[in-house]
């Protein structure tokens, strides 16, 4: 009557006080996938269900039929509606078909929904799962939206094809202060990064610094940057050094296969880690829960596959939606079975293992050993996981550092003549203050006081640029009227980049041998 006339009501007014309102389910979208996909879900779905995870699942279909149906992204628009829904995705791996305009689907759903960062433990499980680094325990926290992978990319020339990297401070303030937010809520002691900035100053320099900037604010935590080149040599050879390490996209997604990989007893041919690891993929109002390998065609239907890595990625979903306790539950029996000797096929191991089992008898043997903890190896602990979405952050504020346009790069088509030639045409072309301040080719200074021995390709950067160091901007119309006389100069401009100053410092790199 109460609700009828739109008021709200405590059931336990209607019950009786002795009533136990129970705990809320989450509602969660689960995608079987292709290939041996449906079989490790079957698998993680029984476990989770053992375990008492309160659950509301809604179902949707992704992958190869959908492709196949003529839809290029993998995945129909009514699904994208259960994810807007229930903001949480436990994805099975999905077969992406073979020949071109098939549209990555992960890729699509870390734009769309922006899982801005990827989390990807990488942990050893010695001695019952060999490898050569028994201490080695990991989490790659990569940066999951920007980079390279921002997918801007152009034929200029004959010659020359180009990949835009951006790298942008939210982006970078975003995946620093969560690769931070996680390790104190996990325990962890320290956090690395790794970049490339004696190369790339300005994109990965500004991802060290803001790595600097908001490492001050955890002083519980410590902290170091590598050099990815170094990092990544220390990481294969000792890997047991590093706790989290937090990396732009694209070395995130070299390493975190080489982390993988290196965990597995390559020697032995045991691809240990490959069905053994899951991932996150958070953003602010969604996330995606999945195994890191694909959907292993040759072995699906045989009931043969390892459901550990989807398995591994639900746990990451339990603690993510508030339900931990489950999470430390369930895991904990995963543990007591890799422990107990129970293997599918892919790690067993005569003489470690003792009883090889199919997917489908995995999932039963960890739901068998629910409220056990395993004995050797370390068993976990949630008690303290976070109860606030990691996410939460400061305002964003943007820099209000003075902004200045001082010039420009303008990269021509110049297939055939010398710089000197090249030079000669352009230099009357400045006007507004500007000068020709330098020629280069693929980035290397070839005008002035060129070399003879620099290799060049058919497309040249010519800088107009006022004087350094003097105060004083031009109008954006000034390089307009530029590129007309250098066009009607018989020269074809291909892209203008601008040059601008910031509080009176250069905003843009110099030419290699400036
Ligand atoms: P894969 O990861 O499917 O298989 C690599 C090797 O590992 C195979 O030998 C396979 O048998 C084994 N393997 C993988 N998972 C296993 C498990 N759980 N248990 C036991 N063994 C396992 O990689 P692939 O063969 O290069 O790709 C197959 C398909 O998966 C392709 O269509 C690819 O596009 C797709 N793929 C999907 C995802 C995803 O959905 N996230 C990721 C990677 C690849």
Redesign the pocket.
């Known amino acids: 009557m109460l609700e009828k006339a739109g008021i709200p009501v405590d059931p336990s007014v209607l019950m009786g006080k002795d009533f136990q309102l129970m705990p809320k389910n989450t509602p969660i979208t689960v995608a079987r996938?292709?290939?041996?996909g449906p079989e490790?879900m079957e698998a993680t779905l029984a476990i989770l269900k053992g375990g008492g995870a309160r659950l509301d699942i809604e179902e949707i279909e992704i992958?190869e039929k959908v492709y196949l149906r003529g839809n290029s992204a993998g995945i129909e628009p009514s699904a994208w509606e259960s994810l807007r829904r229930t903001k949480v995705f436990l994805?099975?791996?999905?077969?992406?078909?073979q020949g071109g305009g098939f549209k990555s689907?992960?890729v699509t759903t870390r734009k769309a929904f922006g899982l801005y960062a990827n989390i990807r433990p990488c942990l050893s499980y010695d001695p019952y799962i060999r490898t050569k680094h028994p201490k080695m325990d990991v989490v790659i926290v990569r940066e999951n939206e920007e980079d390279t992978y921002s997918g801007i990319e152009h034929q200029r020339t004959y010659d020359v094809t180009q990949c835009l990297k951006l790298i942008s401070r939210p982006g970078c303030e975003k995946i620093v202060r969560y690769a931070f937010e996680y390790a104190r809520a996990y325990g962890r002691r320290k956090v690395t990064c790794f970049t490339k900035d004696n190369i790339m100053k300005m994109t990965d320099g500004l991802f060290h610094k803001v790595f600097d900037e908001i490492g001050a604010e955890y002083a519980d935590i410590e902290k170091e940057h590598w050099i990815v080149d170094i990092g990544a040599a220390k990481l294969a050879d000792t890997p047991e050094v590093f706790d989290v390490i937090v990396m732009p996209n694209l070395y995130g997604d070299i390493l975190s296969d080489v982390a993988a990989d290196i965990l597995s007893d390559v020697a032995a041919q045991i691809?240990g880690s490959?069905?053994l690891a899951g991932s996150a993929n958070i953003g602010d109002g969604c996330a995606m829960f999945?195994?890191?390998?694909?959907?292993?065609?040759?072995?699906a239907g045989q009931n043969?596959?390892?459901?550990?890595?989807?398995f591994l990625g639900a746990v990451q979903m339990l603690v993510h939606i508030g339900q931990a306790d489950v999470a430390e539950k369930v895991h904990n029996a995963w543990l007591k079975t890799i422990e107990d000797g129970v293997h599918?096929?892919?790690i067993f191991r005569e003489g470690v293992s003792k009883q090889k089992v199919g997917t489908k008898e995995f999932g039963q043997a960890v739901v068998a050993r629910i409220g056990q903890k395993p004995t050797k190896l370390k068993p976990v602990d949630y008690s303290k996981a976070p109860t606030r979405p990691l996410t939460t952050r400061p305002p964003y504020k943007r820099d209000t550092a003075k902004r200045e346009l001082v010039g420009a790069d303008v990269f021509v088509f110049w297939p055939n003549g010398t710089m000197e030639q090249l030079a000669a045409k352009l230099q009357p072309l400045a006007s507004d203050g500007l000068n020709l301040e330098m020629l280069s080719n693929r980035g290397m200074k070839v005008w002035p006081g060129g070399m003879a021995e620099t290799f060049t390709v058919d497309e040249t950067r010519c800088r107009f640029q006022l004087p350094e160091g003097k105060p004083g901007s031009i109008p954006h119309e000034a390089l307009r009227a530029l590129l007309e006389r250098i066009q009607k100069a018989g020269i074809e401009w291909v892209k203008l980049e601008n040059l601008y100053n910031f509080d009176g410092k250069p905003g843009f790199s110099r030419g290699q041998g400036q």
């Open positions: 996938g292709d290939g041996i490790i992958g994805k099975a791996p999905i077969t992406t078909p689907l992960n691809a490959v069905g999945e195994a890191i390998h694909g959907s292993a065609p040759r072995r043969l596959a390892n459901p550990s890595g989807l599918t096929y892919d």
